[in-house]
């Protein structure tokens, strides 16, 4: 009987009608626009994992992904989509379902992975020690299967580190930091691809950055991706063989030159404003026709757009976007005040300046400077200059 019921649960799981099978596992397809964006992932990560022997080497899928952009530009999709993708197999088949008993001993087919969302609600605690406990067993987790592990907002999780920030924040992003270093260690069995999302990317502590060797930008969708969204939206009104909306090129025209700065999710609350214009001319009795036959109810047309237009306006302001757009045109490097690059300290060689001698070996050897420093430390807490008896000087 027991097993009959685990079996029954098993099958109850997997009762999802065809439809949604198969944009479960559209992958990129999902993503409408972000043309650019969707062609460098695929070369970038997509493709090394289907044809590891190909790509080898420095040509490897890297283990860090930073996605930035403005709100609403799909980045959580994207996510979901890169993890549909490296489950298809070489020729983009689908990949092969889980037995019962696989999946009742949570056992994963070849090839097959995991898509693990957190923030920093499910890391943080209010006990010593629990924060960097939660972030162990998340690593632990993704130790013997192949995961994509997403960070939405990371920017709120792994901000710059500051003197005045409580110490357990601290040791919550020391302890990431470590665990994201170890990725490529024998203890993970399974391949573990982690994605970063976040709308302020200046916010991001620089050893965080260079732990994610790949940075996208997903700015807002072009005119084509504008009109594939707001065509998705409005079929959703509609069935297999009619459609609920009426709206003529020109119409469409210039409903994308009103819609320049608006992003994905501002589409979707447009359109959603606009299919309630034939709703509020309807009579009562138009509406009872309508729900038993839903072709009886009139088109969305460009008037219910002019009127949506005047109520949603973009959710990203010109700063923003600006801010986005110098942020990325410098690969990460911030702008000084005058909007110039910020000239980089460039070491011009190492010298020796001063050897000390006849003075006993400290407590330890600290390593400073850069973007990831290394401590050695056994009776200190704090890296000091003054620890190490070999100085070096520029």
Request: glycine share 8%.
């Amino acid at each position: 009987m027991v097993l009959l019921a685990l079996f029954a649960c098993v099958c109850a799981s997997k009762d999802k009608t065809k439809s949604e099978k198969d944009k479960d596992m559209e992958g990129f397809a999902a993503v409408k626009g972000l043309k650019k964006v969707k062609e460098f992932l695929k070369l970038s990560l997509i493709q090394p994992a289907r044809f590891p022997n190909t790509f080898k080497g420095i040509r490897a899928m890297p283990k860090g992904l930073l996605l930035y952009g403005p709100p609403g530009t799909g980045k959580t999709m994207i996510a979901k989509a890169i993890k549909n993708e490296l489950c298809k197999g070489p020729n983009g088949e689908r990949p092969p379902q889980r037995g019962v008993m696989d999946r009742l001993r949570g056992r994963q087919a070849a090839g097959d992975w995991e898509f693990v969302s957190i923030s920093a609600a499910d890391i943080m605690g209010k006990y010593v020690g629990e924060s960097q406990k939660a972030v162990r067993e998340l690593f632990n987790r993704c130790k013997n299967q192949n995961t994509v592990l997403f960070m939405d907002e990371i920017d709120s999780l792994l901000s710059a580190r500051t003197e005045k920030e409580h110490s357990t924040n601290r040791q919550v992003k020391t302890e990431f930091l470590t665990l994201m270093e170890g990725v490529d260690s024998d203890a993970h069995k399974g391949k573990l691809l982690i994605v970063g999302a976040t709308n302020l990317p200046w916010s991001i502590d620089e050893a965080v950055l260079r732990r994610f060797p790949v940075k996208v930008m997903v700015g807002l969708p072009d005119e084509e991706g504008r009109r594939a969204i707001i065509e998705e939206q409005l079929d959703t009104m509609g069935g297999d063989d009619y459609k609920m909306y009426n709206l003529s090129d020109s119409e469409w025209n210039r409903i994308m030159s009103n819609t320049q700065n608006y992003s994905g999710s501002d589409l979707k609350n447009l359109c959603m404003a606009a299919s309630k214009g034939p709703l509020k001319r309807a009579t009562l009795e138009l509406l009872a026709e309508a729900e038993r036959d839903p072709k009886k109810l009139p088109p969305v047309t460009y008037r219910d757009f002019e009127d949506a237009l005047k109520e949603v306006k973009p959710s990203t302001s010109a700063a923003t976007l600006e801010r986005l757009a110098n942020w990325n045109g410098k690969g990460g490097q911030p702008k000084n005040r005058n909007g110039k690059e910020a000239a980089a300290s460039k070491p011009k060689g190492l010298r020796w300046a001063q050897i000390w001698t006849g003075i006993s070996i400290g407590a330890g050897v600290a390593f400073f400077g850069g973007l990831s420093p290394i401590l050695f430390l056994s009776q200190t807490q704090e890296a000091r200059p003054e620890m190490s008896c070999v100085r070096f000087t520029q």
